[in-house]
């Protein structure tokens, strides 16, 4: 019986730490038909934009200090990250930590499939159509209807 009351209060603590840590109620927008998992994380949510007929699976991360624009029609599989920061690390006489961050936007355009555990990287552009492979980092922008993977992301083919 003790058991099963730690077992749940240890539920309860999660699910409460998810809902005021996710940050949903905060996003800029959201589009009407869209799903986003209670376990999601979004972090400055105010420069986050989601589109209609979206689908944002388990455990994402979606930080978006650069800005974030998921336009319609998008599929993010579970454990996608978007980062839309980088540390500056160019000077080497001082501390990586001190020396602040580089900011860019994400777009994600129309009908994109983001596969299992991939990482969307500052500054890049999915294109209208394109695929992401499970566990690929994309690191630059995918022209329209491309299907790429790996570390860092490439291209594999062309949808036809």
Excluded at 7 to 35: A, D, M, P
């Amino acid at each position: 019986m003790i058991r099963s009351k730690s077992k749940l209060k240890r539920s309860v603590r999660f699910l409460l730490n998810i809902l005021l840590r996710n940050n949903i109620n905060k996003i800029n927008h959201i589009g009407e038909n869209t799903y986003i998992s209670k376990d999601c994380y979004f972090g400055s949510p105010k420069n986050i934009i989601i589109g209609e007929n979206c689908s944002i699976n388990n455990q994402c991360w979606i930080i978006g200090s650069g800005g974030i624009e998921i336009k319609n029609n998008v599929l993010i599989a579970p454990r996608v990250a978007f980062f839309t920061s980088n540390h500056n690390y160019q000077e080497k006489t001082v501390l990586i930590r001190e020396q602040g961050y580089t900011f860019k936007k994400i777009t994600i355009e129309d009908d994109v499939w983001i596969g299992y555990g991939a990482t969307i990287l500052s500054g890049v552009t999915l294109h209208e159509g394109c695929v992401v492979a499970a566990g690929a980092v994309v690191v630059k922008d995918v022209p329209p209807y491309t299907i790429v993977g790996g570390v860092p992301a490439k291209e594999i083919s062309k949808r036809i």
